[in-house]
């Protein structure tokens, strides 16, 4: 089937996303000709009022259609971003820079720019926003040690892991994994 429409997707992050994506389209009675994380693509244009029946379902959900070009480089940073997070740090050839780059086919500075100016954050610290997020979620596994995550989420150092979770949540891996309660955000919504 040949694509002719895409829209894409803010927060549309994991299999489950696409899952509950495909199960509105159905509800909707919309063909889609693919689904994947942050597109849908169509055979043919939807008209306004499935545009809008789809876009207030997804809403209903916390998924958005993304509708200007800028909005759509930064879900592609972001998507990017947790791409090379998934990495292991021996796959990581090159920086997080270049890829972002490589990926999306601008400069970085370029690319860097719009994000600082529609997140309010640099894209270098989302990434560390979302690398402690991942720190947080393997404490509370407690499967791993902290070496074992210090490597599994690119820090070179149990050291340097430590300074920079200490630097943004205020308290140690160590003391974290001692909280009662402990605060977590969901991935999607870092930076928002």
């Known amino acids: 089937m040949e694509f002719v429409y895409t829209l894409h997707v803010k927060n549309m ?3 489950r996303c696409i899952l509950i994506v495909k199960n509105i389209l159905t509800s909707l009675d919309i063909t889609a000709a693919a689904v994947t994380l942050g597109k849908i693509s169509f055979p043919e244009e939807l008209d306004a009022n499935r545009h809008k029946q789809l876009s207030e379902s997804l809403y209903s959900i916390g998924l958005e259609i993304i509708e200007s070009r800028v909005n759509q480089l930064v879900e592609g ?6 791409d090379y997070l998934v990495l292991r740090q021996d796959d990581q050839q090159y920086k997080l820079s270049s890829y972002v780059s490589n990926k999306l086919a601008y400069d970085f500075g ?9 997140e309010g954050i640099t894209v270098e610290r989302y990434f560390m926003l979302q690398r402690l997020e991942k720190v947080k979620e393997l404490l509370d596994y407690d499967q791993l040690s902290l070496s074992e995550i210090a490597f599994e989420v690119g ?8 300074t920079q979770f200490k630097k943004i949540t205020g308290t140690t891996p160590t003391q974290y994994k001692q909280l009662a309660i402990k605060e977590r955000q969901c991935l999607d919504l870092i930076g928002a």
């Open 155 to 162: 820090f070179s150092s149990v050291h340097h892991l430590s």
């Open 110 to 118: 370029y690319l860097s720019d719009v994000f600082s100016k529609m």
């Open 77 to 82: 940073i972001k998507q990017c971003v947790r």
């Open 13 to 15: 992050v994991c299999q």
